[in-house]
């Protein structure tokens, strides 16, 4: 079975300071990647997504994420976080093949210090 | 942009009642989910649907059924709410494009079900 993991719960980090949410999944030969965002009382938003190609995803906000297959990881990078990145993000992994069933991290609360 | 709504945003339920959780979304995707979530355990898939008519049980699906009778209407239903089903549930969507698992899901903003 699918499944993802997201190493730390809760992740304080300063305001301007580079901030590393973690993210690692279970091998398959062919794996889709999705970094989820839900902000304070609303839903998940998509914040970047891996499909092939190029190891390194960008979003449009700032926050990038590496590919690793070796280490079957997709870590969620900013080189300098702000107030408004104070929201809980979530890693989710999708199977190509058959139909689509997406299995979630259990999610990491980024707090931004001012 | 795709709107994915939830008719309530807090419900609150008795014990051995029957609940209908509604969600409909404006944007013509075949694929509709329904999932719960709770504080250290994410997001857990209840049920999903890839058509009109069409379901497939998720990883937590015992207590909960699920109705899709129109393609932009997936209904969430409680047979008998019980306390253990206090929890946040979201509906999502998805088109089909290409390998479609590769789609990224639109939340809608979610229903708060308290059940007493």
């Known amino acids: 079975a699918q499944s993802v993991t997201q190493l730390d719960s809760q992740v304080p980090v300063f305001e301007e300071a580079p901030v590393e949410l973690r993210c690692n999944y279970s091998?398959?030969?062919?794996?889709?990647l999705f970094w989820y965002v839900q902000y304070p009382n609303q839903g998940l938003q998509l914040l970047l997504k891996?499909?092939?190609?190029?190891?390194l995803v960008e979003s449009i906000n700032g926050f990038e994420a590496e590919f690793n297959k070796s280490q079957t990881s997709f870590h969620l990078r900013k080189p300098s976080v702000h107030i408004s990145d104070t929201a809980e993000y979530f890693c989710?992994?999708?199977?190509?093949?058959?139909?689509?069933?997406?299995?979630f991290g259990i999610g990491t609360k980024l707090q931004v210090i001012p | 942009d795709v709107k994915v709504t939830q008719s309530s945003r807090y419900l609150v339920k008795r014990t051995g009642e029957k609940v209908f959780l509604e969600c409909v979304q404006d944007?013509?995707?075949?694929?509709m989910f329904w999932y719960r979530q709770d504080p250290g355990l994410g997001l857990r898939l209840i049920y999903f649907?890839?058509?009109?008519?069409?379901?497939e049980k998720g990883d937590i699906p015992e207590g909960y059924s699920v109705s899709r009778e129109k393609k932009e209407r997936f209904s969430l239903i409680l047979e008998s709410a019980s306390t253990n089903q206090t929890s946040m549930y979201l509906c999502?969507?998805?088109?089909?494009?290409?390998?479609?698992?590769?789609?990224?899901?639109?939340f809608g903003n979610g229903t708060r079900l308290t059940v007493t």
């Open positions: 999502a969507s998805s088109p089909i494009v290409g390998d479609r698992a590769g789609s990224p899901l639109h």
């Open positions: 091998s398959s030969v062919s794996v889709y």
């Open positions: 891996y499909l092939s190609g190029s190891t």
């Open positions: 989710a992994v999708s199977y190509s093949g058959g139909y689509q069933k997406v299995t």
């Open positions: 944007m013509d995707h075949e694929n």
């Open positions: 649907s890839y058509d009109v008519k069409m379901k």
